[in-house]
């Protein structure tokens, strides 16, 4: 009888080996699927992660893209706008060197009025006087009758 009870312990021992077998598979198992849906989990971010970045970057390359299209188009009105004020620039330097003969000629016309008028000059070197024209009026450059005191004319008061 007691190898009965024996056999019926080594028994009982086994199938409750077996059944700790079993439920450690099982439990490996849940953990192997649970790692499993986890690694899809985790993969499914990343792609997610990876498709947003994707995104951002395209996103990002139209902005710059409309950018540079933008500064190409100030850029090219800008030099549009740089040729014209220096074309500008070339009509007015060429007017300033014009004027600046005709104040030269204007300054060395006063400057000739003033010694005749200073110096008391005679009759035979005063052209007024030569064509037989009293002191108060002259002739101008272009042959018209003016009049002028003869006071000597300050040419720093002009300026």
């Given at each position: 009888?007691s190898s009965?009870?024996s056999?019926g312990s080594?028994?009982?021992?086994?199938s409750s080996?077996s059944?700790?077998?079993?439920?450690?598979?099982?439990?490996?198992?849940?953990?192997?699927?649970r790692?499993?849906?986890?690694?899809?989990e985790?993969a499914?971010?990343?792609?997610?992660?990876?498709?947003?970045h994707?995104?951002?970057?395209?996103?990002?390359?139209?902005?710059l893209?409309?950018q540079n299209?933008?500064?190409?188009?100030?850029?090219?009105?800008?030099?549009?706008?740089l040729?014209?004020?220096?074309a500008?620039?070339?009509?007015l330097q060429?007017?300033?060197?014009e004027?600046?003969s005709?104040?030269?000629a204007l300054?060395?016309?006063?400057?000739?009025?003033?010694?005749?008028?200073s110096?008391?000059?005679s009759?035979?070197?005063?052209?007024?006087?030569?064509n037989n024209?009293?002191?108060?009026?002259?002739?101008?450059?272009?042959?018209?009758s003016?009049?002028?005191?003869?006071?000597?004319?300050?040419l720093y008061?002009c300026?």
């Open positions: 009888m009965g009870t056999s080594s028994l009982g021992t086994r080996r059944e700790d077998d079993l439920d450690l598979q099982a439990q490996m198992e849940r953990r192997r699927k790692r499993k849906e986890s690694n899809r985790s499914r971010r990343s792609r997610l992660r990876k498709q947003q994707l995104d951002d970057l395209t996103s990002q390359v139209k902005q893209k409309d299209k933008q500064l190409s188009m100030a850029l090219s009105i800008t030099s549009q706008n040729v014209a004020v220096q500008q620039n070339s009509v060429t007017q300033k060197m004027l600046d005709r104040l030269g300054t060395e016309i006063l400057c000739y009025m003033n010694t005749i008028t110096t008391g000059a009759a035979s070197t005063n052209p007024a006087m030569v024209i009293t002191s108060s009026n002259s002739y101008d450059l272009l042959g018209a003016c009049t002028w005191n003869q006071q000597p004319i300050d008061q300026f």
